[in-house]
């Protein structure tokens, strides 16, 4: 039931013909998990296994496995989808009409042992720590979510948000060659991070007015804005100040249904994209930016905690009241 975690003793998993079992090692804590433990998760059914940012090691695999070896250093892809529908016939599985995300519709890999499909387990490169390598997941996303809008090389970028998500989106945007990039956020903390990961130009919009700020990037704009807040300000912001003829990607997830001025995105023939989660090509280049190093992941990483302390995790999240970014439970 929601606002409870109960640990368990259970069998070791055996895999099946087609699958890997991972040692889980690393576990990222993200919002929508604290949203489940709540009760205001929409889309989740108790009881229920969390976790879905996840690192591990390979401990065997089922008969029918090519590719991998006991030992390998693997993240996984929470996505459980039909195969069959309009969207996965068409390679869109990550949109499939019958989308089930572990840790949220299906049980997810909190747990020693995890059993997950080999064709959605990818292998990590030794550059990258178990810690960065739990943090893939949200990296995909902001990879996914650039996707959207295209190439970014020689262009200006604006992303509104700058939580973990936000920030990951931001510093994506830098590898990817993106010539100036603007963070705006209502949060000191987040903004002071994205700073110490290396963007000088952010906005406190409780402070600051986004007008002022957006002269930085002359009198074309910004190619593209990314909201990654779920705010409906931000929404109205990326709408009020989208140049005609450009991008809104909409990265957030919205508690509130955000008011859209319909009549800016007609006249000035705005396109709002939307972005969900990611395909393996997004997680093959997020693990090759983190593999190049061009990711400050370590800067995110606020806090550790043990499996045993997954209660404590959770606690320490509700009291930070958003002076914090990305959590991680070890299991070591």
Not at 154 to 182: D, E, F, H
Request: net charge negative; glycine share 10%.
């Amino acid at each position: 039931m929601p606002g409870t975690i109960e640990f368990r003793q259970v069998p070791k998993p055996v895999p099946g013909n087609d699958e890997v079992l991972v040692r889980v090692r690393r576990i990222g804590v993200c919002g929508s998990d604290i949203h489940v433990y709540h009760g205001r998760h929409p889309y989740t059914t108790y009881p229920v296994v969390q976790g879905h940012e996840v690192a591990g090691t390979v401990d065997s695999m089922g008969a029918g496995v090519r590719g991998f070896a006991a030992g390998d250093r693997v993240v996984i892809m929470p996505q459980v989808t039909c195969g069959a529908c309009y969207a996965c016939r068409q390679g869109m599985y990550h949109i499939c009409d019958h989308l089930r995300v572990m840790g949220f519709q299906t049980g997810g890999a909190a747990q020693e042992y995890f059993p997950v499909s080999a064709a959605m387990t990818l292998k990590i490169p030794e550059p990258v720590g178990l810690d960065q390598a739990a943090m893939i997941e949200p990296l995909a996303v902001a990879v996914h979510a650039l996707s959207r809008f295209g190439e970014v090389r020689g262009k200006s970028v604006a992303v509104l948000g700058a939580g973990t998500i936000g920030n990951l989106t931001a510093q994506a945007a830098r590898a990817s060659g993106a010539k100036r990039i603007l963070i705006t956020d209502v949060s000191e903390y987040r903004l002071e991070k994205a700073r110490r990961v290396g963007f000088p130009l952010v906005v406190d919009r409780r402070h600051e007015e986004l007008g002022e700020a957006w002269k930085a990037f002359g009198p074309d704009g910004a190619d593209v804005i990314l909201e990654c807040a779920g705010s409906p300000e931000a929404m109205a912001d990326a709408i009020r100040h989208a140049r005609k003829g450009s991008t809104v990607v909409v990265v957030g997830v919205f508690a509130t249904p955000p008011a859209v001025d319909m009549g800016l995105v007609q006249d000035r023939e705005l396109l709002l994209a939307g972005s969900l989660m990611y395909r393996k090509n997004d997680y093959e280049a997020a693990i090759a930016m983190a593999a190049s190093g061009v990711i400050d992941f370590d800067e995110l990483i606020t806090h550790r905690f043990a499996f045993e302390d997954y209660p404590a995790a959770y606690q320490t999240i509700d009291e930070a009241r958003g002076n914090i970014m990305k959590v991680i439970i070890a299991l070591d």
